[in-house]
Nanobody, 127 residues
Framework: QVQLVESGGGLVQAGDSLRLSCAAS??????VGWFRHVPGKDREFVAGISWSGTSTTYSDSVKGRFDISRNNARSTVYLQMNSLKPEDTAVYYCAAARARLFPSNIDLGDASHYDYWGQGTQATVSS
């Protein structure tokens, strides 16, 4: 059974940066996505990456500020979050799909593609 463990969250000030990590163990995963959730709101897609890392996608709210990358040798996916805003405050979850082929035009923001979810890491941005 694949397990995902997020780390790197914390409390920062507006304009600061955080780097989240998602480490996978117990098996191979393909696409990986980051989602975030604020109590009382719907879960929101943040960023996604293909297995090769050549395809990435971002929500409009983070485009230009966040960067997703992966190191398959370390079974780890990263989310570099720059120019953080108070509205980025949320619990950030890593999600991954089991190893299988996806079409090149897959919607990485579709949560139904993901089979495994981490426990989340809190990121809090103060104004």
């Amino acid at each position: 059974q694949v397990q995902l463990v997020e780390s790197g969250g914390g409390l920062v000030q507006a304009g600061d940066s955080l780097r989240l990590s998602c480490a996978a163990s117990g098996g191979t995963v393909s696409i990986v996505g980051w989602f975030r959730h604020v109590p009382g709101k719907d879960r929101e897609f943040v960023a996604g990456i293909s297995w090769s890392g050549t395809s990435t996608t971002y929500s409009d709210s983070v485009k230009g500020r966040f960067d997703i990358s992966r190191n398959n040798a370390r079974s780890t996916v990263y989310l570099q979050m720059n120019s953080l805003k108070p509205e980025d405050t949320a619990v950030y979850y890593c999600a991954a799909a089991r190893a299988r082929l996806f079409p090149s035009n897959i919607d990485l923001g579709d949560a139904s593609h993901y089979d495994y979810w981490g426990q989340g890491t809190q990121a809090t941005v103060s104004s």
